[in-house]
């Protein structure tokens, strides 16, 4: 240690590189686990402490601005929250420990990893899980490279640090709970009847459902094509269903609602019905309402609101009564919908596929839930 900081070797050898790490650029991914503080002033994904750049002549201010603008639409809110937070955990760190995390150090990086594997990164705190480790050393990383000064992920301060952390602390993902059509219907029960809150709900469950929609697509959406600058997709009612279309990572994809077997149950009957009785022809699909459930405001709803909503109905109806109510709470959030078409939907496997918009079947596999695991049987089959 010199001057209040570890020294680097020169040797940076690498190692094998997760399957998991993201290149600085790419956005982190919040799980729906995740808490953030509930503000308008989110934090740029830019850095604060970047030097600023020489003053631009007078007629580039109006590109610059617009730039800037892109650079706030590449990554989503959610990530612009982790990637402050996560730098600002990694910041703390350093100084606590009287450290300094500039310039960028892999010592030092493999020292906070280490913290963070073995709850020492916060007074009393407690061990992070790898996941949650990973998305910091990508935080971290992305941090680093925008203020010029890259981070080799691949030091052998770090990746075997890394994977020393994963061999011994590794555990299989804790998935939502899937949210099954019976279960959907007593939810549905649960909602208040006749007020605008109600029915609005109602329309967020079912079309979160049938769907297969994440909590940030439900949100995202307006009632037409280019109607905000925060929106995220749009909705055609048709004769035969809803069209959803979504802008997500990888690009726009569309989504097809059919109607349901009955208007109780069915996804368009429940927006339409919420549209007419809010008096929402423009702009975001689902809003606040306000004034004791009888006014509907402009703003458009947190995802987090979706979360909140399906734990808090899957509770009232008694959903999983076998388990506590703790680990009820804990198993039931937005993903909870997603999780059920998955489970659920009789049909062959590449419609549910394309409808959660996942790049290969077996990221779908990974969405169902309580199902008959062992209705192709493998033993019988060979003869056993």
């Known amino acids: 240690m010199k001057n209040g900081r570890l020294t680097q070797t020169a040797e940076n050898r690498p190692s094998e590189r997760s399957a998991s790490s993201q ?11 995740r808490t953030a503080d509930d503000t308008s002033a989110l934090p740029s994904p830019l850095p604060a402490d970047v030097p600023a750049l020489p003053a631009l002549p007078a007629h580039l201010e109006r590109l610059a601005g617009r730039a800037r603008d892109y650079v706030e639409a590449s990554s989503s809110a959610n990530t612009r929250r982790a990637y402050a937070s996560d730098w600002a955990h990694f910041s703390s760190w350093c100084r606590r420990q009287g450290l300094e995390p500039l310039p960028p150090s892999p010592q030092v990086v493999g020292l906070y990893i280490t913290a963070c594997a073995s709850g020492a990164a916060i007074p009393g705190g407690k061990a992070n899980s790898v996941a949650t480790i990973e998305r910091r050393l990508s935080a971290i990383t992305w ?13 052998r301060h770090i990746a075997t640090v890394l994977a020393g952390i994963r061999n011994t602390h590794a555990a299989p993902p804790r998935q939502k709970e899937a949210v099954l059509p019976e279960d959907l219907i007593s939810m549905l029960e649960v909602l208040e009847r006749g007020t605008l809150r109600g029915l609005r709900d109602r329309a967020m469950l079912l079309i979160g459902f049938a769907g297969g929609l994440r909590r940030s697509e439900i949100v995202g959406l307006d009632v037409g094509r280019d109607q905000t600058q925060d929106g995220r997709g749009w909705v055609e009612i048709l004769d035969k ?27 368009v009957v429940a927006l339409t019905t919420w549209l007419k009785l809010a008096r929402i022809a423009h702009g975001p699909l689902f809003r606040r309402v306000t004034a004791r459930g009888k006014d509907v405001g402009v703003d458009r709803l947190n995802d987090r609101e979706v ?4 734990k808090r109905t899957a509770l009232a109806a008694g959903v ?8 009820r709470e804990e198993k039931f959030a937005g993903h909870s919908l997603r999780a059920g ?7 062959d496997e590449r419609h549910v ?9 077996e990221m779908t596999r990974r969405y169902q839930r309580r199902r008959d695991r062992f209705r192709v049987n493998l033993t019988k089959a060979a003869g056993l």
């Open 23 to 33: 290149d600085p650029g790419t956005p982190v991914v919040v799980s729906d686990g």
């Open 320 to 327: 999983r009564g076998d388990l506590t109510e703790g680990e």
């Open 143 to 155: 941090n680093y490279a925008q203020r010029g000064t890259p981070l080799n992920r691949r030091d």
């Open 353 to 361: 596929q394309k409808q959660l918009g996942h790049a290969s079947a």
């Open 307 to 310: 979360a909140r909503l399906v």
């Open 341 to 347: 078409l998955a489970s659920s939907a009789e049909v």
């Open 241 to 267: 269903g809803l069209l959803v279309t979504l802008r997500g990572k990888t690009g726009w994809r569309e989504v097809e609602i059919g109607r349901g077997s009955s208007d109780a149950t069915c996804p």
